[in-house]
């Protein structure tokens, strides 16, 4: 009977709700709206539902077609509190009849929220409305969590007002004063006594909808109904070639003496309402997997379509909308409707300084996404664009630790996101974290100056200022290109590439990321990579006798090492401790020398490598402030000799020298005389004495050692003897 006879009922009860005037006629047409409703949900008529949702809304005045204008929106403030005084509030407080009807309509939609199916649109509406006027909560923390953003911004107010001290302020004289006032600063009049009790009465209507309660429940409706809201809300989304937008002005100045402040609008358009619908399609999508099945499809492509176009939107929007894609790509990553190469993309494609504007949100959605699926984050650290974001918003103060965590997220970990396509600009991204780091210098050359009475060195110990972030993150760096050096002979293993080119592509990424950390201006991010250089150059697994690419540690990473050590500008960055680090980098060359000895004797080039290692060791003699090198180097090379002498490596004359040893010698010698005159001498005394020894002519033509070399030193006498034999006369 009710399914045959709906229409004319709630004809009727509309014509009365319009023409009525007493109290007890309204109370029973509400009643005979809740009945209708309450029968149409038992029943399944959701055509019966939706006809009354859309009687009331139209009733209530809320669901307006066109966007409100909110350009002349004023806060009031009061007593600690604030109230957003708007033609739109102004205009529905004084309308009492349109907050009847809309007391109405929000208790019909109480509890009867999964019946709904077409009235949705006109309730999305209204939503809308009441969101960019201020009139509903701007944050959707009531209903789930797992977006963790800040509540949704909207529009600043064109002046605030503070009424505290104005209270008293009445009459003709004062309400002109304030209207020329505002003319002249190009302002809005300020809200007037009546204005703001209209605005108050829409405030109080509004809080009796109990909207929160509402909201409640559709966060648990089944999907089927979600699916009707869903579509209502992205449904009312503008259309992407005519986009509907909002003037933004700018961050509020603090108020003036009267109480009125002037912004001027000159930031990007912003659509408020738009972040608000993307965010709570999204919010539905998220909640199950039942939703992300059937809700998150449709929400995922009003969010790609609505970032596709980035320079149209408003930063805020923007960074939102990537953080809700990027969210319901981590929750999706089980279904194909979303790419993660195609999303990254899309960022990576962002104008530079749109994309730094959006910095935080693109990161933390990024994060989440390396955090969750281990599928997912390979697929993320697998893409080029990947990388050439955190690359580009790592220098932002503001984004940096956050860029950090994610490439620790991808590089360790249970299950790490490294492979030969990422390798290198994992590294290369470790590695300008590490020289971010150089910042710690200037507090580390700080000098610090005692009190009265206390010596420097207790100040030093007292004054314990708290270290710079960027040289933490630098620090941490080191260790996770360290941490990647130990899983190199795995990741050869994966690679199946040929030995010399699987070396090239995993060792000399890191040997060169640490040597250019060992020329850091801060101290100690030089010393932890010199401490991780050296563990990567003597690792068991660098060099092999298959193959020479290993030998590229001297000419491509030790060589270029001291001589960016040797530069006056970089000496300059540091004057007291990289002279240290110099005489750190000499021993460090002689000590992976020694290392790879027994091996680089079999290489055809070692001669030319030990004859560039001499070469270094004079240039470092020869700068200026050698104190400590004029001490080390010596001792060195000392060192060296003694056991490449040792090992049959370097033999003085003799007829049983090689001809590698002869040149090694030679070349050793000569060298050696130019900037240590007298150390192969004092290392090497016999073979001094045996290039002294003269040779004499005998009688059968041939020649022999001087007998008085050979026996020993001679007296006073016999030498005389000796020095006046006259030669002999050849025959």
Known sequence: MFAATWRPIIATLNYVFVSATEDAVYSRVIAGYSQCAQIATRYGIHECLDQIIWSLSSLSTLATNSPTDTKLNTEVQAGGKSIMVSKFAVDFGRDQKAQLATVVLFKVINGNEAAIRDGWEHVVRIIINLFVNSLIPTSFTSISRDLDLPPIPLQSPAQVIERNDRAGEVGLFSAFTSYVSSVMNDEPPEPNDQEIEATLMTVDCIND???????????????????????????????????????????????????????????????????????????????????????????????????????????????????????????????????????????????????????????????????????????????????????????????????????????????????????????????????????????????????????????????????????????????????????????????????QEAWNVYWSPILRCQAMQCVNPCREIRQQAFTALQRCLQSPDLASPDHKEWTKIFGEVLFPLIGQLLKPEVYQTDPRGMAETRVQASQLLCKIFLHYLVLLSEWDGVLDLWTKILEIMERLMSTPQNEMLAEAVPESLKNILLVMSNGGHIVPPSEAQTEQQKLLWDETSTRLERFLPGLMAELFPEAEKREEVPEWPTTNGHTESDPVAMNGAPDAAATKAHLTTPEPQAA
């Open 209 to 499: 909808c109990r909207f929160e309660e509402i909201l409640g429940n559709v966060s648990e409706l089944p999907v089927e109904s979600l699916q009707s809201l869903s579509t209502a809300l992205l449904n009312s989304l503008p259309e992407s070639e005519s986009p509907r937008v909002m003037t933004v002005k700018t961050d509020l100045p603090a108020p003036s003496p009267t109480g009125a402040t002037k912004t001027v609008s000159d930031a990007p358009a912003y659509d408020p309402a738009l972040v608000y619908v993307l965010e709570l399609a999204t919010i539905l999508a998220l909640r199950d997997e039942d939703t992300i099945t059937r809700l998150g499809s449709d929400a995922a492509g009003a969010l790609q379509v609505a970032i596709r176009d980035a320079d149209s939107l408003h930063p805020v929007a923007l960074s939102r909308s990537v953080f809700y894609l990027l969210s319901l790509l981590r929750a999706s990553n089980d279904h194909g409707y979303i790419r993660a190469p195609v999303v990254l993309h899309a960022i990576s494609s962002f104008r530079p300084e749109l994309l730094k504007q959006c910095a935080q949100p693109i990161l933390k959605g990024i994060y989440g996404c390396v955090s969750g699926p281990a599928e997912l984050k390979k697929e993320m650290a697998t893409s080029p664009d990947f990388w050439a974001v955190l690359h580009a918003l790592r220098p932002q103060p503001e984004a940096a630790e956050l860029a950090f965590q994610i490439a620790e997220a991808v590089a360790t970990g249970a299950t790490p996101a490294i492979t030969a396509d990422n390798y290198e600009p994992a590294v290369g991204l470790l590695n300008a974290f590490a020289t971010a780091g150089s910042v710690g210098a200037r507090q580390e050359q700080a000098p610090l100056s005692g009190r009265r009475g206390q010596p420097p060195a207790q100040a030093q110990k007292d004054a314990k200022p708290a270290k710079n972030e960027a040289v933490l993150r630098g620090i941490r760096a080191i260790g996770i290109v360290t941490q990647l050096a130990s899983r190199v002979p795995e990741l050869i293993k994966q690679s199946h590439l040929e030995t």
